[in-house]
């Protein structure tokens, strides 16, 4: 009896055994051996060095912060601040976030070139002089490059004119070297702003660009959701906020995805897209 027990005990651990080698696969090299865990297959790859991160940190940690309302900036500063074109007006224009991004803002691109949609980019200084022909792209096919600061800083968390000013003309000098040209549209990493950020930005002869239909695709809920966030939300004169990058571990597949739905569905509406100094009859260079 105690012979055939211990029998049992040993195919019930070669079993155990067998089944654990199963979830690791083991990549050998000359002098090398690494253990790959399957929870870990698909994870991200490493991050370039030449990847510019976002200096502010992702949208998701510092959208829950409170500044001071665009809306109210915009009250305050109506010759500076635009949140959206005229509601008797039957058009509206999407514009992208923290490109350029090797990753995404490519397929971004094709969508655009394949309904042929101009749209309006701001851009991070680092990343436009890290991947300056997709920049150049941007251009070639009709978009609007506008000033996303260069390290993508909370300014007001800063709260420092000085890295305003820093930030912003590092950025234009980047951009001018790109585009033949100084964009004379800005917008602020993340919104934020406050009084004398705008008048900062006034003297230096910008435009701040805000938005009145925010997508929401930072959050990553999917193609659907981002699509309703913004088709729910429409009327005339919108300006829609998304985005073409993020930080290394973001994913901007539903943004892309979700273009196939809000395109269309607008333009059967009878939207037009335009871009953003189109739709406000504004100049997008200094």
Known sequence: ??????????????MVGVQ???????????????????????RNPERPDDFPEQQGGPEYTERVRQPVSNIILQQRYPETVVLRGALTDNRVALTFDDGPDPRFTGQVLDILNQYNVPATFFVMGSRAEAYPDLVRRMQQEGHIVGNHTYWHPNLVEQADIATLEREVAQTEEALANILGYRTS??????????????????????????WNVDSLDWRELGADDTAANVLSNMEPGSIILMHDGGEWDADRTSTIESLHQIIPQLQAQGFEFVTVPDLLNIPYQK
């Not at 917008?187 to 930005?201: D, I, M, Q, S, T």
């Open 1 to 14: 009896m105690k012979k055939a027990l211990w029998k049992w005990m040993m195919v019930i651990a070669l």
């Open 20 to 42: 654990t080698s199963g979830l690791m696969m083991v990549h050998a090299a000359p002098g090398d051996v690494e253990n790959e865990w399957f929870w870990n297959k698909d």
């Open 185 to 210: 549209l800005f917008r602020a990493p993340y919104g934020f702003l406050y009084n004398e950020l705008v008048e900062k930005l006034a003297e230096m002869n910008y435009t701040v660009v805000g």
